[in-house]
């Protein structure tokens, strides 16, 4: 559900499995989305992206989807390890920059915990 | 090393005490972002450069934020007479210019006040 102030929303898996982050977006004009993984007392870490001419793209063992006639966007992570323990953020480019640049709008992220 | 630097890592001020907040970018990249993150949020946009021109400032919350990139390298963040709420990890992030690529973040400064 969502996260309000402290409470993100979490998820915990057992080492092994494999992992599915949701985020929504509210605007059909966003055109370009990235995951990041942030760790405790450290920045947002760059994971994959993806553009809105694409509804899937592949990473080492991270795929995103993207899902742009519900606005929706995953992270799914295979065979997830003790290290993937971390928040992850979906972020979208403001739409309301022309071209490729613009600033950031995050979501609210969402907390993976992997159980060994 | 080769990612985006900031310093100091921690900070501590009273409220009223201004702060400046250092930010070197990845060698080569145009674009510059500040980012404000509350305890268990994700970051906020504050302010954008492209070189040493600031394109963007409606992030910042108040007159009292300035940030700077004179020579379109190096950044400074300064906060003013600093408040309580300005409390936060101070985010800075860089992108090349040219196409969709990803804004590459630094691990951020955390500024707590008084």
């Known amino acids: 559900g969502e996260s309000v102030g402290l409470h993100l929303p979490t998820l915990s898996v057992q080492e092994g499995d494999n992992s599915i982050i949701n985020c929504a977006y509210s605007?059909?004009?966003?055109?370009?989305f990235i995951w990041y993984k942030q760790e405790s007392g450290k920045g947002p870490q760059f994971i994959i992206d993806?553009?809105?001419?694409?509804d899937k793209r592949q990473g080492q063992r991270v795929t995103v989807l993207l899902n742009k006639t519900v606005k929706h966007l995953s992270l799914q992570i295979a065979a997830t390890q003790p290290g993937d323990s971390a928040v992850y953020f979906c972020a979208e480019k403001d739409p309301n920059y022309g071209g490729s640049q613009g600033n950031l709008i995050f979501g609210k992220g969402t907390k993976l915990s992997v159980k060994p | 090393g080769a990612g985006v630097s900031q310093s100091p890592r921690y900070k501590v001020a009273k409220r009223g005490q201004d702060v400046a907040l250092r930010c070197d970018p990845i060698s080569g990249h145009v674009s510059l972002f500040w980012y404000q993150q509350a305890l268990g949020q994700g970051p906020e946009f504050l302010t954008y450069f492209q070189n040493e021109a600031q394109l963007d400032k409606s992030g910042l919350p108040s007159d009292r934020f300035f940030a700077e990139r004179p020579e379109g390298s190096v950044s400074t963040l300064k906060i003013q007479r600093t408040q309580q709420e300005d409390s936060a990890v101070y985010l800075c992030a860089s992108s090349p210019v040219t196409g969709h690529q990803p804004q590459h973040f630094g691990d951020g400064t955390r500024l707590s006040i008084l």
């Open positions: 993806i553009r809105s001419n694409m």
């Open positions: 605007n059909s004009a966003s055109d370009y």
